[in-house]
């Protein structure tokens, strides 16, 4: 099957603050919307800035194909993001998207882990939104406070069961995210595991996996210029050699990752 790119204008229908630091977009996109799969992303060009040259690539949240719109969670990070969380509804932002490789397709009646920090939660956010209700998702959530853990009244609405950890201790238990993980590891097998956040996290996450056997795909993220796989700015190490975590990726098994395989 090609790969299908699309430049869209996408207006900006609605924007919600969490807090100081997320935000959410909700923007009209009629086609990426019917086109986008979950893990995939957007390059987005921030509007009216002579600061940010280069477009951003932010995971989709979720989709609405018969809505047309596509929902983008961001952190307020550097310059870039903290303009985007500024802009005003009614804006049309160009998109170029969808970008990636998806997360893999998972069976009914499958049991999945889900393990994601910070602003690695929209792609895993989105996929449990669009798993077959007869799939068991665990969702291992972790940031450095409650401010960091968004949308859990959504997750539990997707009857998806969530065990939450910050460092900080201020919701769920206190410590990294790894720590439930390993002892759900432990009592309950998944099928497949599911990794997107910071790479010191995905990497324990990684090597938990392949202690135990376990299958496990992580969303990487690595500095893009152009989101098209042209530039070869985003190049990881494979297995295969030298791959783009724009086009082979983001997602990719973590055996796969030979920095993580060999380590």
Same mark, same amino acid.
Request: hydrophobic share 40%; with cysteine.
């Given at each position: 099957?090609?790969?299908?790119?699309?430049?869209? !204008? /996408?207006?900006?229908?609605?924007?919600?603050?969490?807090?100081?630091?997320?935000?959410?977009?909700?923007?009209? %996109?009629?086609?990426?919307?019917?086109? %986008?799969?979950? @893990?995939?992303?957007?390059?987005?060009? =921030?509007?009216?800035?002579?600061?940010?040259?280069?477009?951003?690539?932010?995971?989709?949240?979720?989709?609405?194909?018969?809505?047309?719109?596509?929902?983008?969670?961001?952190?307020?990070? *550097?310059?870039?993001?903290?303009?985007?969380?500024?802009?005003?509804?009614?804006?049309?932002?160009?998109?170029? *998207? $969808?970008?990636?490789?998806?997360?893999?397709?998972?069976?009914? @009646?499958?049991?999945?882990?889900?393990? #994601?920090?910070? =602003? #690695?939660?929209? $792609?895993?956010?989105?996929?449990?939104?669009?798993?077959?209700?007869?799939?068991? =998702?665990?969702?291992?959530? @972790?940031?450095?406070?409650?401010? !960091?853990?968004?949308?859990?009244?959504?997750?539990?609405?997707?009857?998806?069961?969530?065990?939450?950890?910050?460092? !900080?201790?201020?919701?769920?238990?206190?410590?990294?995210?790894?720590?439930?993980?390993?002892? &759900?590891?432990?009592?309950?097998?998944?099928?497949?595991?599911?990794?997107? &956040?910071?790479?010191?996290?995905?990497? %324990?996450?990684?090597?938990?996996?392949? /202690?135990?056997? =376990?299958?496990?795909? /992580?969303?990487?993220?690595?500095?893009? #210029?152009?989101?098209?796989?042209?530039?070869? @700015?985003?190049?990881?190490?494979?297995?295969?050699?030298?791959?783009?975590?724009?086009?082979? #990726?983001?997602?990719?098994?973590?055996?796969?990752?030979?920095?993580? %395989?060999? /380590?």
């Amino acid at each position: 099957m090609p790969i299908v790119r699309l430049c869209e !204008d /996408a207006l900006v229908l609605h924007k919600h603050h969490y807090n100081a630091q997320y935000y959410k977009l909700t923007l009209r %996109a009629p086609r990426i919307a019917r086109l %986008a799969r979950p @893990g995939q992303f957007v390059h987005l060009r =921030v509007p009216h800035s002579d600061a940010c040259f280069l477009r951003r690539p932010l995971s989709l949240a979720n989709t609405n194909p018969q809505a047309g719109t596509v929902d983008i969670i961001a952190k307020v990070l *550097g310059q870039g993001t903290r303009q985007l969380a500024d802009v005003d509804t009614g804006v049309a932002l160009d998109l170029l *998207g $969808p970008l990636g490789k998806a997360w893999p397709v998972l069976q009914a @009646g499958q049991s999945v882990a889900m393990v #994601g920090g910070g =602003v #690695g939660f929209p $792609p895993l956010f989105f996929y449990a939104q669009q798993l077959h209700p007869a799939c068991r =998702v665990t969702f291992y959530y @972790g940031g450095r406070s409650a401010d !960091d853990i968004l949308e859990e009244a959504d997750l539990a609405r997707c009857s998806v069961r969530v065990a939450i950890a910050t460092e !900080d201790g201020s919701k769920g238990v206190r410590g990294r995210v790894t720590l439930p993980f390993e002892q &759900g590891l432990l009592q309950d097998r998944p099928d497949v595991v599911l990794t997107c &956040g910071p790479t010191a996290m995905m990497r %324990a996450v990684a090597e938990l996996c392949q /202690a135990r056997q =376990v299958t496990c795909y /992580a969303s990487l993220e690595e500095r893009m #210029g152009c989101g098209l796989g042209v530039c070869i @700015g985003c190049v990881v190490r494979t297995s295969r050699g030298f791959e783009r975590v724009c086009t082979e #990726g983001p997602v990719f098994n973590v055996q796969d990752v030979w920095e993580w %395989a060999h /380590a």
